[in-house]
């Protein structure tokens, strides 16, 4: 039987972590790569038996997720975040999955919720990601953060959903919204992009309409509304952060 590792990294992920290592528990390996955690995400998985890595640095979420990859041994490669839980429709789908040559990468298909509520649209729906793969045909972008597997051919679909618990409340969207907007402003400004406050503003409306819109988020109802807005943020932000990195790069060019 070919085996399977699972791969996750970890910082104070401890809201749904057993629930996500309990729904894959007959895996053969599963690596933790942790960058600092301080609540009990590594008591928890300790106590599924995985192999933990604790990393002093922060490379950002690409080459962080290709760390947990190269430490696994086994055949097959199922990448997961630590707020997703495998359904068991969906773990029978990869034990099949497993066992045949054809096809060397599979996409899952994930299911949202946003503060308690599961989303049905807002761009959160037909939601593939592709997550198992035969070790050695596919590996993460180093993008610091929206990082993306990367891998030759087509990638076929599995049955069964991954449910994906991605802001449990207010409190967390608030945190995401600052941490994906810096690292999405950094990301660009290493690659010589500039950004200016007409551009911010424009960016973050067109973000709200079209997740809101164009992506049928007003069908979401409360949530469909609030992750427009949190887009609309998200963008906003990202782009004022990038204008003022830009600053304070002339300014020091400047001197």
């Known amino acids: 039987m070919p085996t399977l590792g699972i ?9 749904h972590l057993a629930d996500c290592l309990a729904a894959v528990a007959w895996a053969d390996q599963i690596v933790v ?16 038996n995985a192999h933990i890595i604790q990393t002093p640095d922060w490379p950002g ?5 290709n760390r947990a ?4 041994q086994t055949d097959w490669i199922l990448a997961l975040d630590a707020d997703e839980i495998v359904s068991a429709e969906l773990a029978e789908s990869i034990q099949q999955a497993m066992q045949q040559q054809e ?38 972008s180093d993008d610091l953060v929206h990082e993306k597997l990367v891998f030759n051919g087509q990638a076929g679909r599995l049955s069964g959903e ?13 945190q995401k919204i600052n941490a ?17 406050l007409p551009v911010a503003i424009l960016r973050g409306l067109w973000a709200f309409l079209r997740t809101y819109i ?32 830009d600053q304070v790069s002339t300014s020091k060019q400047d001197r």
Request: glycine letters at 6%; hydrophobic letters at 45%.
């Open 214 to 245: 164009m992506k049928r988020g007003f069908l979401d109802g409360r949530a469909g509304f609030l992750i427009a807005l949190m887009n609309a943020e998200t963008t906003f932000y990202r782009f004022i952060k990038l204008q003022y990195l």
């Open 61 to 65: 979420f690409g080459p962080q997720k």
């Open 162 to 174: 991954l449910l994906h618990y991605s802001y449990d409340d207010y409190e967390t969207v608030l």
């Open 7 to 15: 791969a996750l990294i970890t910082k104070n992920a401890a809201a």
């Open 180 to 196: 994906y907007s810096s690292a999405g402003a950094q990301q660009r400004f290493q690659r010589g992009q500039r950004a200016s």
């Open 103 to 140: 096809v060397a990468v599979w996409q899952l298909l994930r299911r949202s919720s946003f503060c308690g509520q599961w989303v049905h649209h807002s761009g959160w729906n037909k939601d593939w990601v592709a997550r198992l793969f035969r070790r050695d045909t596919a590996h993460y």
């Open 69 to 72: 990859l190269a430490a696994l």
């Open 33 to 48: 790569v942790d960058s600092g955690s301080s609540d009990n995400t590594l008591a928890i998985a300790a106590r599924f």
